[in-house]
Structure formats: structure tokens, C-alpha cells
């Protein structure tokens, strides 16, 4: 799929199915499957597929219940995400997770931030989360600071996100992990852009190109970076890499990156008097919306 060799590896699914009947990874690697090829429908069937076929797992039902979340988040259906992610909190809660609890509590608070575009409705969720479950009661390595800086960042809270990175940067698990040290470039170019540094969000961001395996991940806030520091071409370039990825692991990113993403290439297409591509871009958005909820409409 990375290789956007669709049909082939609608093969190789087929033949480990053969292999190994009724296990979630055929579900999930469908799910994958259809989320790339934009068949967000038959994703939805699957999802469901899933959940109902692993009724005597609180793992997997918390699982399909996240990939649910993210795929009505990423057509406009917030509310119905919502009860979605009240279940996932539900059962990481049941299962004595509190970083998956904080982790699913910052996803919400991200599609408040990004697709409701509520940046004080995302902080109040975050606040309730962390009043919940406290960062210094989390082992250091469970603490989402990376998430909190930039969530912070992007919600014009700069101040707030540099002092958790004084804090991250003060466990140590900077220097544990090149992929943590990947988002922790992330959250610098955040906190960057949310300080009218666009040049310096660029810089940061290409710094996630070295061995990273998920390139996709940052091509939207990348793209956003372009586009702040009025490079609209290379904006444009990156959009069109994260539009046509095939990346198969993209609905993390998808659900509150997608729409904003086409909305914006048609803003960009149209301005440089390119109808045709705007419109392209234009109809992707209201068809990728076309059951929002009234309020995203």
C-alpha cells in the first residue's frame, strides 16, 4: 500500500485471510485498505465488522471504537465521534490505562482545535483530562507532553507549550528515542508558528525527514508552514503529497487534517487563477463533508 500498489496488495490481504480467518489484523489492514482508497463507507462497514466480531475484547471494541472517532471526525460527523470517544475513554478507565485515557482526551481536544476550530473548547477538554489524570502521577515515559506543547502551540498558547517542553526536555526522554526526538521537532515548529516564526516551523519540520518511516505525518503542518511564510508553491507541492499519499496508516492524521487540507488547496488554486484545480479541491471538501454535522455545513 505505501507503494500505492493497491491491487496488489489487496492479494496479499486476501491470501493472509486465507491463511488466518476472522483475525482482527484482517479487519484492521482492510480498514487501511479502504481508508486509503477514500471508500470511507466500506471502512465504516468493517470498523463496525470488527467491533462486533470482537464483542469479548475491551482492547479491540476500545480499538474499532477509536477508529470510529477518527472516521466521523474526519467526514464532519463530530457529535456522533463524540459518543465514540466517550466510549474509548470508558474503557480505558475500566482498564486502568490513563495515558490511553489522556491520549483519546487529546484527540477529542484536536478536533475541537482543527475542525470545530474551538481553541478554548480544546483546552478545556485537555485541562479535564489532565485534572483526571495528572501528568506527575503518569510514568515519565506515559506523559504526552508532546501532544500538550503543541496542542497548546496551535492554540495561541506558545508560553504555555515552551514551559512543557522545559519539562520534557527535563526527563530526558529527548535523548531516548529518535522518534520521540521526530515529535519533538514537531512540537517546536508548532510552537514556531505560533510565534509568527514560519521559516523556522519550515526548518523544524524538515528536520522530521531524517530515517523517519512515516513521511506522511508531517506534510499538512508542513505544508501549513510554506503557507504561513507566504510560499505558497511549495505549500501547494506538499498538499499534493499528502493529498495523493497512499500512505495506509493515515486516519490518525486524516480525521482532523483532510478537510482543512482541500479547503485550503482550493483557496490556493483559485488565488493563483487556477479554476479547474480549485474547483477539484473544492469538490473533494464538500464531498468529504457532505454529512457534516448543521454547524461544520
Known sequence: MILGQLDDADTTLAAFERLFPGHPAAYTNRI?????????????????????????????????????????????????????????????????????????????AWADLL???EPDAAMRRAEAGLARYPLEELEPADRPYLSLASLNALAGRP??????????????????????????????????LAEDRAEDAVAEFLRWREGAACQYCRLPVLARAYDAAGESDSALAVYERYSNSSWPFRLFIDYTQRAAAYRRMGELYEGRGDREKALEYYNEFVELWQEADPELQ
Open 32 to 108: 487501511n485498505a479502504a481508508v486509503t482508497r477514500g471508500s470511507y463507507d466500506e471502512a465504516e462497514r468493517l470498523i463496525l465488522e470488527l467491533k462486533e466480531s470482537q464483542s469479548g475484547s475491551l482492547a479491540w471494541q476500545s480499538n474499532a471504537s477509536e477508529l470510529l472517532a477518527q472516521l466521523a471526525t474526519l467526514r464532519g460527523r463530530l457529535r456522533e465521534a463524540e459518543a465514540h470517544w466517550r466510549e474509548v475513554l470508558t474503557a480505558s478507565a475500566q482498564r486502568g490505562l490513563p495515558a490511553e485515557y489522556l491520549e483519546a482526551t487529546l484527540s477529542m
Open 115 to 117: 475542525v470545530r476550530g
Open 159 to 192: 508560553a504555555v507549550a515552551r514551559r512543557i517542553l522545559t519539562g520534557f526536555e527535563a526527563s530526558g526522554a529527548v535523548e531516548q528515542s529518535r522518534g520521540v526526538e521526530r515529535w519533538y521537532h514537531f512540537a517546536l515548529g508548532t510552537v514556531a
